[in-house]
């Protein structure tokens, strides 16, 4: 019997069991942020541990960085935290991207982008969008801030295997339709818990023809589905992502580590715990509606009334998000006006997005009334679009164009809505309160169906207000 | 580093209404700007307990001062759900709840807060509710999670059974709930399986 690239990675990094009969697990590669690591490195000292292996801690600062001047935040505690991370990573050793390095960004767009994160390793970060990562066959995943200081003092940690669950899904997307539809469409499918106690190994002839930016983009959002993790198998197209950047195997020592890279992927012939097939075609641009990542539907569809609910506490459920919402039940999503506009996060705050994003956006205005931001995922991203000119095409269009960080993905830094407004928002959570403002109403949907509400100042299908050429389609 | 055998958490209780409260509502994240945890517990909850436009305090129950000192909180399904961050487990521990009883809790926030000495225990909905309605009736009834006999009692008469993964059961009864110190240990047979790693 075969073994899945979960079994296989988890195998290769076990040092032991517990006496509580968890696995001590050995974390390659532990990311840490400006957030959730202080006081991990504070519970270091007090305990008076150091950091066991230093070169494989990797520290960059996204979520309270201001997106208009990057180094200069207002607010003393964001500095504070600027200042403990900068102290920490030099007293202990570890590499820092720090602002002026010109390699700051969203950690889950820094550890690709550096060729920190590789096939078959284990990797944990202080954060749940680390299943990012598993984009390219690491077995990745959030940790609490006390699992952050176990990986910073021992490098392991302690865990409890997951299940796999396998996510097939073969044909093809139809013209309009992302990945970020994909990965919304999963969650609705399976629902927010679906995958507590899972791994998801996302696999098919969907995934094996998308870019790593789209797959990553579909792995950031295992955990709104509930799983901790979730993955691609390495094959080609991971390879030639990571060839040359700086922190992967250099060319002698890069056969071997693809060769060890490709042993990881699942065997032909292995179990899942589970399987759920879905047909790419199926899938069209999602919204959600709620205020839970799983309350999506299609664009074309109306927004569920308590009434269509299947269960007593749905029903409920779905009231409390429509109240929450302000949007009437039994309506049509589309046209619901929106204040504001945002393009960035560690979900779709990549490349690739920008550059899908403009090639629609040009000779569009931003509607009236509506503050529309693209935010890069990190200063490199920010480079390379600004070389390719996209800057200005999303400048011209009425965008403000901004400094790498999470922005108003969460609302750490000066971005954040104000009062009951509305933003469509290419981020990954549309919780209560999620972008700053207590009563601020977040709608989840790709860049493109982002840039279509900005132009015309509501939800909008993007393949109505868009030329879409279906030979120009994404994966 | 001896921690405490966690055999048994007793105190009042507070229920908390309402299915997949995210760690977003338990600690709204611009409450999460600090470098160390002491002080997040007066944040616990806040934008549900202060209303947003007004700044006042609205009636959830936390603001009730009948339930003022409650230790033990009372939820429903997928309590803890959302993002990783310890600061919601942490500025519940601090506000001075000891132990959770919910009908379902996400893992990670189940994870950290048993990694505090937090023991989260399940009941059903139905047992759930009558531990609300004896609270409700009478805040100074006391609810005993004893987590060594897998028991949740009240002080009016209530016993029932409850669930807790072995694993954390047995790390709570055995002073075995934060593995630091195992980790520790195992220091050369982690040396081991880094050396066998080539990107280590
Ligand atoms: S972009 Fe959003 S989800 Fe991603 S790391 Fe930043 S705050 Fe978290």
């Known amino acids: ?475 | 580093m001896a921690l405490a055998n966690i055999t048994s958490v007793s105190g009042t209780a507070v229920h908390i209404p309402g299915a997949d409260i995210d760690t977003d509502r338990i600690i709204p994240a611009r409450f999460m700007k600090c470098v160390t945890f002491d002080g997040l517990g007066e944040f616990a909850f806040y934008d549900v307990r202060f209303d947003p436009t007004s700044g006042e305090r609205t009636d959830h129950p936390l603001n009730e001062e009948r339930f003022n000192g409650a230790s033990v909180l009372l939820a429903g399904v997928n309590f803890g759900c959302g993002s990783s961050r310890e600061h919601a487990p942490q500025s519940l521990n601090k506000y001075g709840f000891k132990s959770i009883i919910a009908e379902s809790f996400a893992e990670i926030f189940f994870g950290n807060s048993t990694t505090l000495g937090m023991p989260c225990v399940t009941l059903t909905a139905e047992q759930i509710s009558q531990l609300r309605e004896a609270v409700e009736a009478d805040p100074t009834t006391e609810i005993t999670i004893d987590v060594e006999k897998l028991e949740v009692r009240s002080s009016v008469g209530h016993t029932f059974n409850c669930a807790i993964p072995e694993s954390a059961r047995d790390a709570l009864i055995n002073g075995r709930w934060d593995p630091i110190q195992e980790l520790l240990d195992n220091e050369e047979k982690t040396a081991g399986v880094g050396e066998a790693l080539p990107y280590v």
């Open chain 1, 1 to 475: 019997m075969g073994k899945t690239l979960y079994q296989k990675v988890w195998d290769a990094h076990t040092v032991g069991t517990l006496s509580d009969g968890r696995t001590q697990l050995f974390i390659g590669t532990h990311l840490i942020h400006e957030v959730t690591s202080p006081q991990a490195f504070g519970m270091i000292r007090d305990l008076g541990l150091t950091v066991k292996y230093p070169h494989r801690t990797f520290a960059t600062i996204d979520h309270i960085v201001p997106t208009v001047n990057q180094d200069a935040p207002a607010d003393p505690l964001a500095a504070d935290m600027m200042t403990a991370l900068r102290e920490n990573a030099d007293e202990f050793g570890v590499t820092y991207f720090d602002l002026a390095s010109g390699k700051q960004g969203i950690v889950h767009v820094v550890g690709p982008e550096q060729g920190i994160t590789q096939p078959g390793s284990t990797i944990a970060c202080g954060d749940s969008h680390t299943a990012t990562h598993g984009a390219f066959g690491a077995i990745a995943f959030g940790i609490g801030t006390t699992q952050v200081r176990d990986v910073l003092a021992t490098q392991t940690m302690a865990m409890e295997p997951l299940k796999v669950r396998r996510i097939e899904v073969n044909g093809k997307l139809r013209p309009g339709v992302y990945a970020k539809d994909v990965t919304l469409h999963i969650i609705r499918l399976l629902g927010a818990k679906g995958g507590i106690g899972y791994a998801y190994e996302y696999a098919g002839e969907l995934f094996d023809n998308m870019t790593m930016e789209e797959r990553m983009t579909v792995c950031n959002m295992a955990i709104e589905g509930g799983a901790r993790c979730g993955y691609v198998n390495p094959d080609e197209k991971t390879f030639e992502f990571l060839k040359g950047r700086p922190y992967t195997p250099q060319e002698d020592k890069w056969d071997a580590a693809v060769e060890n890279w490709k042993s990881f992927a699942s065997d032909p012939d292995a179990e899942y715990d589970h399987v759920v097939k879905i047909n790419a075609a199926d899938i069209k641009p999602t919204v959600t509606w709620g205020i839970s990542p799983d309350q999506g539907i299609s664009i074309d569809e109306t927004i569920p009334d308590p009434s269509q609910a299947e269960t007593e506490v749905e029903a409920k459920s779905f009231q409390e998000a429509l109240d929450y919402m302000k949007l009437p039940g039994g309506t049509p999503i589309k046209g619901v006006r929106v204040d504001v506009a945002f393009i960035g996060s560690c979900t779709n705050g990549r490349i690739s997005d920008f550059r899908e994003t403009a090639k629609f956006l040009k000779g569009h205005q931003v509607a009236e009334g509506v503050q529309a931001i693209a935010v890069p995922g990190s200063q490199l991203t920010a480079i390379q679009c600004e070389k390719e000119g996209l800057d200005k095409v999303f400048e011209e269009a009425g965008f403000e164009w901004r400094a790498a960080g999470c922005s108003m993905c969460l609302a750490m830094n000066p971005d954040k809505l104000v009062g009951d407004q509305l933003c469509a928002s290419s981020s990954n959570r549309n919780f209560k309160g999620r972008q700053g403002s207590p009563t601020g109403r977040t709608v989840l949907m790709s860049p493109v169906m982002v840039a279509a509400a900005a132009v015309t100042g509501s939800i909008a299908d993007a393949r109505e207000v868009f030329d879409f050429d279906p030979a120009t389609a994404a994966a």
